[in-house]
């Protein structure tokens, strides 16, 4: 019982650091007086290319790191809990594909947070459930949909300050993500043998297959002329 509560914690450790990071790094923002929102990404901006790995840590006030926290500590564990095969390397292509994407399409602002990840996280749990169709991928797809619905409509510009843009391309970067990843399967996901498959084609029955495909004079005239070929 031990052990496994250690193998959970050390999967979720992960995403706590990433998280404790988000708010360190305000705190020592507000410590200093001085606001890191230059360290985020302005698009097209050979400068701006550090906010592809710093932006996520960034955030303009404390109900901004607030509402990016819990969902980036619930999705991240949910990843290397329940996909731990491809968790790293798919949080790894999400944060840096979207950023990316930002750098080159968004419009000229600086933009910060980690709502980026939290998007492409959504779309990567949701639409591997549509790629895998397995049992639990499609049952942490309806989770996703269920307390996260609310959350795609995020990717239309409807309030200022906001980058939706990072909602939108975190989004688009978690779906490809998804397909990149959609058969590398975990153990759990394994497909079971057939217990059954050796007894395929040995089967016994007490009556022919086609005993009730024929009439008695039927049968009668057949046995009649399989006597007479004898």
């Known amino acids: 019982m031990i052990a496994k509560e250690e193998s959970i914690f050390s999967k979720i450790l992960f995403p706590i650091c990433a998280v404790a990071l988000m708010w360190l790094v305000k705190i020592i923002e507000v410590i200093q007086n001085y606001k ?10 050979f400068d701006g290319l550090v906010g592809i790995l710093t932006a996520p840590f960034i955030h303009s006030d404390w109900q901004h790191l607030m509402s990016n926290s819990i969902p980036m500590l619930a999705l991240m564990s949910m990843v290397m809990v329940f996909y731990k095969r491809v968790a790293v390397p798919s949080i790894v292509i999400i944060t840096i594909f979207t950023g990316f994407t930002v750098w080159l399409f968004a419009r000229d ?19 591997t459930g549509i790629f895998r169709r397995n049992l639990k991928s499609i049952i942490l797809a309806l989770v996703i949909l269920v307390v996260f619905g609310s959350y795609f409509h995020g990717i239309i510009p409807n309030k200022e300050g906001v980058s939706w843009e990072s909602h939108l ?62």
């Open 169 to 230: 391309f975190g989004g688009l970067v978690g779906i490809f993500t998804a397909f990149l990843f959609k058969n590398v399967r975990e153990d759990d996901e394994a497909e079971k043998p057939n217990p059954w498959a050796d007894e395929i084609g040995t089967e016994q029955f007490f009556l022919p297959r086609d005993t009730f495909e024929k009439t008695k004079q039927e049968r009668y005239l057949e046995s009649l002329y399989s006597n007479e070929e004898e």
């Open 109 to 127: 602002a600086y933009h910060v947070g980690a709502s980026g990840v939290v998007y492409g996280l959504v779309a990567f749990v949701a639409w």
């Open 36 to 45: 890191y929102t230059r360290l985020g990404i302005y698009p097209r901006e």
